[in-house]
């Protein structure tokens, strides 16, 4: 099975709203603070108490970085100072013991992801720590199936210690490039060597790590298009495994490091559109599997690979594989997801620190979901993954008539069709190579949460 991707100028331009990411549904706005620790507690127990229960995979937010990105909207902390570190690493250790306590041993972890912030503001020692800490607490898959990934900062990294993360068990890495030109870099104070960061990709297989992921960004300030031609070149050329090209959000209000970049820096919405538009059609042609929203991937790689089976699923971080775990967020603001809710950490380093260093789980917020929503949780994922929609799965699952059901929804989707956004058939609806690039757009249809809200979050623009 193929996926072809056909990007249509007009159609974006006219389909370039505000949109979910849908890494979740409800999406994150939908969490409320009546969610609490004991609810967290009940929805583990039933995992628990689950004939099969499913595996874990773990998230680890570690949010230092030594200097600001200007158009970081990432939950951070800038700081040289190291001992910062260690007292977060301390009320982390705590946390894990606790979260650790609540999960029986049998349910191996298969997916880990150390995120940030720059989790490589840390020593080697610290990191070796941590993971000890980590395999005390939880039972950690040993085989090859096992994905282990962890976030780079390229100017914090060299090839003695791409060897050291192979030899702790990480067997995947993302490396932060988003530009190579230097005056783009400087634009968004992000300077780092271009020969050094695309050599990471040989110096990590080297070391036995077997993916390695770089990410770009389109939009930043004083990108054109022949800058940003020569960084997508240089990078397909270096071969990553995967590559997410992600469209910068330029929303000063929200994120005051933003502040720092000028608006008249920015590329024209006609500029940044080109930009996209060379990203598809540049890595596509290089050889790249275009996954969906902004990742890409050679054929041979596992989203590649499951994009085409059927199993490809959407989390916190973006396009993933390995649906069926249990996810455990670790950390201040990370999220996680277990059976049929999401529980979010404090968002303040301070607040969580105490309410770890006081024996109380650090949740903030959460959703409990129910049938509906699971429901059309599943019918966006499929949208999102797998680019159709097949009525009697659903109905067969969730004991109704699709067509009966969705009335409101189904002709809500007939100016998508005639738009070519998809095709609409008796028992399903089917994604078109020009629908791919604006899955969220057609996947809004389904969130009730999104139509029925009186003041609807602020999101990014689907483009």
């Not at 200007?70 to 705590?94: D, V």
């Not at 104070?189 to 990410?215: C, F, K, P, Y």
């Not at 089976?309 to 967020?329: A, H, V």
Request: contains cysteine; glycine residues 6%; negative net charge.
């Amino acid at each position: 099975m193929t996926h072809p991707v056909h990007f249509d100028r007009a159609l974006i331009r006219r389909y370039d709203i505000a949109g979910p990411r849908y890494t979740s549904y409800p999406t994150a706005p939908r969490f409320h603070e009546g969610f609490d620790a004991e609810a967290y507690r009940r929805f583990v127990a039933m995992s628990n108490d689950e004939l099969i229960p499913a595996p874990l995979s773990l998230y680890v937010h570690l949010p230092f970085c030594r200097s600001l990105c200007y158009y970081c909207a990432c939950t951070k902390k800038i700081t040289r100072h190291a001992e910062h570190g260690e007292r977060y690493l301390e009320s982390l250790t705590k946390e894990i013991e606790m979260q650790g306590r609540l999960f029986d041993r049998d349910r191996p972890v298969r997916q880990l992801h150390f995120g940030g912030g720059t989790p490589t503001f840390f020593e080697d020692i610290q990191i070796e720590q941590l993971m000890a800490r980590l395999r005390q607490s939880f039972s950690f898959d040993k085989s090859d199936d096992r994905e282990f990934s962890i976030e780079l900062d390229p100017r914090t990294v060299d090839a003695g210690r791409l060897a050291f993360l192979a030899d702790t068990g990480f067997n995947r890495v993302s490396v932060g490039v988003q530009d190579i030109d230097p005056e783009v870099q400087q634009a968004v104070n992000r300077v780092q060597d271009t020969e050094h960061t695309l050599g990471l990709v040989d110096q990590a297989r080297r070391a036995g790590i077997g993916s390695v992921s770089m990410d770009l960004i389109y939009g930043l300030p004083l990108q054109t298009p022949e800058r940003f031609t020569r960084t997508l070149e240089a990078v397909a050329a270096a071969r990553p495994d995967r590559l997410a090209v992600y469209s910068y959000a330029h929303m000063p209000n929200a994120f005051r490091a933003q502040r720092l970049i000028r608006d008249s820096d920015l590329p024209t919405p006609e500029t940044k559109l080109e930009l996209m538009e060379l990203a598809v059609e540049h890595l596509t042609a290089a050889g790249y599997v275009y996954i969906g929203m902004d990742h890409f991937a050679l054929p041979e790689d596992e989203l590649a690979v499951a994009l085409t089976n059927g199993s490809l699923q959407r989390n916190f971080q973006g396009y993933s594989t390995r649906g069926d775990c249990d996810l455990i967020g670790l950390g201040v603001s990370a999220i996680g997801k277990v059976g049929d809710c999401y529980a979010q950490n404090i968002k303040e380093i301070p607040r969580w620190a105490d309410a770890v260093d006081n024996g109380d789980f650090p949740i903030w917020r959460g959703y409990t979901l129910n049938a509906e929503d699971r429901l059309r949780r599943g019918i966006i994922e499929a949208i999102m993954c797998r680019g159709m929609v097949e009525y009697d799965w659903f109905e067969n699952r969730f004991d109704m008539a699709f067509d009966d059901y969705f009335a409101a929804e189904i002709e809500n989707l007939r100016p998508l069709e005639k738009d070519g956004l998809i095709n609409i058939e008796e028992d399903r609806f089917t994604v078109t190579p020009a629908g791919r690039l604006l899955l969220r757009a057609i996947a809004m249809v389904f969130d009730a949460h999104l139509t029925a809200s009186q003041s609807a979050p602020r999101f990014s623009r689907v483009i």
